[in-house]
């Protein structure tokens, strides 16, 4: 902690100050610094740092303002990690994360807008710090604060009670959970196949397919670290709140009984606590309520703009949410508190274009909308029946053409195809926007990484811990690769070995642009992780390690969580708008994926095919960031560098928010 002289300014720190705000406020540095020696904590409530050549405090507005001035860069070395408490709850909270996370995967839980509800990190991290106190008392060990339980200071009784719940336990406990509560994408395939094709897999390919799908993914962000977890510009904005309150509960004297924004977070917990018993169950219309629907039921039109009570509803257009899992939490990776403005108009902006589009595609009966329901991820014949896909396939689920030809190609709803657009719009402007905004940069933190120089203040904290060697990624990345290669052959896959090759090579020139624009807009991949035990100081080693673990038991859990909710509710997953409770519109979309892209992508989708847009929209998408780059050039006030073209894109497919992102990462 500070003394005061050290956080009152003199004017001599003003000067300095003045000398470091003119390097923070430049809008692209010519190349990526670290920051010098910072005089204060992040608990005071006036640092140097913090002040401008007037001596008031000054905005944070860049990457190095984040990294110093949001985040505390003590750190205590001699914090042991791997304790009983840690593998306690970390294994504990893996499950009951891992089961919880995969029935909202498979719930709607009645919102007015058709979305996802995820177990939030944060909600881990309070109940990991409540137990591991808790564990601290009733525990024996050296480190107990009751006479009665405390024993000999030795090897053995440290590694159950080693002191007080410390940071390093609490991140990793927090890492471990929070990765086995991200349901695998890849479970939906298993879902479609049981759902819609009667194929019951064998169970060991079913785990070694999430596993595998998991940990590749991380093997690649690991391999990738230098430019996609180490620079100060890989924010993440949404891991901030939990390494604020990482800090607020570990360092700093007494700080639980001192501070006054710890005081104000454990208000605000309980208020939200109680209140979340009302929409959830008590009350659950206050989750969603509209006002138009409620003044004319009577208008198709009304309830496709502005209802949204049950999945596929509607779009939910100024409906009224008061629960706290959607308006701010951010459980998934979107929340209004700490996602950037910038983003935040980009989403709303892209989300209001989508809005008028779906609308106008079914009043104009774009691809013969109007057969259709409004919203669905559903296949169906031209005059809206459910399109049956076994009727063109054979006994081994592959094309047949002659019974194509009886049956006719499959439709979408016309928001569907709309949906589709603005993913593959997405999936260029982020190559784009990445190259002209960032690619100097990636390009210098590479260099620098080769030469073993500390470009961020967190990393060069981080040196005094033993670093996690690269062949320990490879080596996760190519046996997660064997997993995968193994499970298409014994589980009858018809992707053939090449085939699976061409699709990661895809997903390894992807990733760095897609892990960049996201770490800087605040969505949320995988390797998130890896950075917040870098802004925590957690030891390397240890985050591999519970990370890797966590996906582990996330992927054996998810598959058999899945398999008690299809048996459970089969007739809601497969109805197209399923309950109020209950939607099966992921698992949905993915059926309509396999026929459409896999027997009938060179049909559909070839030029000349009834959704050729859907393919061309790559290409539409390199040319969106370009038009803001040059007006940014010639008329840098205007602002034209806050637009997030890849959210603005993204946002335009309206259920796809995270779509991109995973669909790439697996």
Request: with cysteine; hydrophobic share 45%.
């Amino acid at each position: 902690m500070a003394t005061t002289t050290e956080a009152l300014p003199t004017p001599s720190a003003q000067y300095s100050n003045t000398e470091q705000k003119r390097s923070f406020d430049k809008e692209k540095r010519e190349s990526v610094e670290i920051a010098d020696s910072i005089k204060g904590d992040v608990y005071d409530d006036l640092r140097v740092i913090d002040m401008d050549e007037n001596g008031k405090e000054r905005p944070i507005e860049t990457d190095i303002d984040i990294a110093t001035r949001l985040i505390s860069l003590e750190d205590e070395p001699t914090l042991p990690a791997f304790t009983f408490r840690m593998w306690f709850l970390g294994l504990g909270l893996a499950c009951f994360g891992s089961v919880l996370g995969q029935i909202f995967v498979g719930s709607s839980l009645h919102h007015p807008m058709p979305q996802t509800v995820y177990v939030s990190q944060l909600f881990i991290q309070i109940i990991a710090y409540i137990l591991g106190r808790v564990l601290e008392e009733i525990i024996p060990g050296p480190g107990n604060p009751l006479p009665g339980l405390k024993t000999k200071d030795n090897r053995f009784w440290r590694f159950f009670n080693p002191g007080p719940f410390n940071l390093k336990e609490h991140v990793a406990i927090t890492i471990f959970a929070s990765t086995a509560a991200e349901s695998a994408l890849a479970i939906s395939i298993f879902a479609a196949d049981d759902l819609y094709y009667g194929l019951h897999p064998n169970v060991g390919v079913g785990i070694f397919t999430l596993i595998g799908s998991q940990l590749m993914g991380y093997g690649l962000g690991g391999i990738m670290r230098s430019f996609l977890v180490y620079p100060t510009y890989i924010v993440f904005p949404n891991l901030l709140p939990t390494v604020q309150l990482f800090d607020a509960l570990h360092r700093g004297k007494k700080i639980m009984l001192q501070k006054k924004r710890v005081k104000f977070f454990w208000f605000v917990f309980i208020g939200i606590f109680v209140w979340e018993w009302f929409p959830e169950y008590i009350a659950p219309t206050l989750t969603g309520i509209s006002i138009f629907c409620l003044a004319n039921q009577d208008s198709p039109w009304f309830t496709r703009i502005f209802g949204g009570a049950a999945g596929n509803e509607g779009l939910g257009l100024f409906s009224l949410c008061l629960d706290w899992n959607y308006v701010g939490s951010g459980g998934g990776s979107l929340g209004a508190l700490f996602t950037p403005l910038s983003t935040q108009l980009s989403l709303y902006s892209g989300t209001a274009i989508c809005i008028i589009a779906f609308c106008a595609c079914y009043a104009r009966n774009v691809w013969n909308g109007q057969n259709f329901p409004f919203l669905s991820q559903a296949l169906f014949n031209e005059n809206g029946t459910r399109y049956n896909q076994l009727a063109i396939l054979d006994e081994h689920f592959k094309l047949d053409t002659t019974k194509l030809a009886q049956v006719g190609l499959p439709w979408f709803a016309s928001s569907q195809v709309i949906t589709r657009i603005g993913s593959n719009l997405a999936i260029g402007a982020t190559i784009m926007h990445v190259a002209l905004w960032y690619g100097k940069d990636i390009v210098d933190v590479i260099k620098k990484y080769r030469a073993g120089d500390s470009y961020d203040p967190h990393l060069a904290k981080m040196k005094v811990y033993s670093e996690v060697p690269m062949w320990w990624y490879i080596f996760t990345f190519v046996g997660s690769f064997a997993m995968a290669m193994a499970t298409i052959y014994t589980g009858h896959s018809s992707l053939p070995w090449w085939g699976l090759i061409v699709g990661l090579i895809i997903a390894t020139i992807f990733l760095p642009f897609v892990v960049t624009v996201y770490a800087i807009t605040g969505f949320s991949p995988n390797v998130q992780s890896l950075v917040q035990g870098q802004y925590t100081k957690l030891p390397p080693r240890v985050t591999f390690t519970v990370q890797a673990l966590g996906a582990v038991i996330g992927g054996l859990l998810n598959y058999v969580i899945m398999k008690v909710i299809i048996n459970t509710h089969r007739e809601i997953l497969l109805d197209v708008q399923g309950s109020n409770v209950w939607s099966g519109q992921q698992v949905q979309s993915f059926n309509s994926d396999a026929i459409s892209w896999g027997a009938l992508g060179n049909v559909l989708y070839a030029p000349g095919g009834r959704y050729s847009i859907v393919p061309f929209s790559i290409l539409i998408g390199l040319a969106v960031p370009i038009p803001f780059w040059i007006l940014h050039r010639f008329f840098p006030k205007l602002g034209a560098n806050k637009v997030v073209t890849p959210v603005l894109c993204c946002s335009y497919s309206y259920r796809s928010l995270l779509v991109l992102y995973a669909e790439v990462l697996h």
